[in-house]
């Protein structure tokens, strides 16, 4: 894992997008990201367990796998949004990038690679993309049945309960979207 402010320049989302400064986990934390490096799955079956985690399944996105709605699958994780439940990631190969936004409303880019996990909490404005390999396979976890509902961002989500638990439990220094 590595993250660091996202650059804002023109071009590829796949691209690094690197502004050359570093965000460490500490910051992340106070966003409410979590970041562990697993190298097996007993550690995340532990994980698991302890957060009352019961499903999970694997995806894997990559033109090969996912044929011609790759392009537009991956344009639309790109789109800003949130969820209304935890969202855990267990990156079982390739590489990718997590973009949340600070609490200044800035993109902090999370480069994963194998054996990361990430816990963003319900209520976290976020975008995700493969890499410019175009290839990541990851675990997903769900407390229920699985299930992958994005909603983008936009004013009426300022009055979705699960942003406003996310504010509320950062203590205010998140900004609301505008």
């Known amino acids: 894992m590595r993250a660091y402010w996202y650059d804002n320049e023109p071009g590829d989302q796949r691209e690094d997008h690197d502004s050359g400064r570093p965000v460490d986990t500490d ?5 409410g990201v979590l970041f562990f490096h697993y190298p097996n799955l007993d550690s995340v079956n532990t994980m698991a367990r302890q957060r009352d985690y019961k499903n999970r399944d694997e995806i894997t996105v990559s033109p090969e796998r996912m044929g ?5 699958k991956v344009k639309s994780f790109f789109e800003e949004h949130l969820h209304e439940d935890e969202e855990i ?3 079982l ?4 990038f997590f973009d949340v936004r600070s609490e200044e409303d800035e993109w902090v880019r999370i480069r994963l690679g ?3 996990l990430l816990i963003l909490p319900a209520g976290i404005y976020h975008r995700f993309t493969t890499d410019k390999n175009n290839y990541i396979k990851a675990m997903r976890l769900f407390k229920e049945e699985p299930k992958w509902t994005p ?3 936009g004013p009426e989500l300022n009055l979705n309960p699960h942003r406003q638990d996310y504010l509320e439990n950062r203590g205010g220094v998140v900004k609301a979207a505008s």
């Open 27 to 31: 910051y992340l934390e106070k966003l």
């Open 68 to 72: 011609d709605v790759y392009e537009q």
């Open 89 to 91: 990631r267990y990156i």
């Open 114 to 116: 194998r054996s990361d």
């Open 93 to 96: 190969d390739g590489e990718g």
């Open 151 to 153: 909603l983008n961002r």
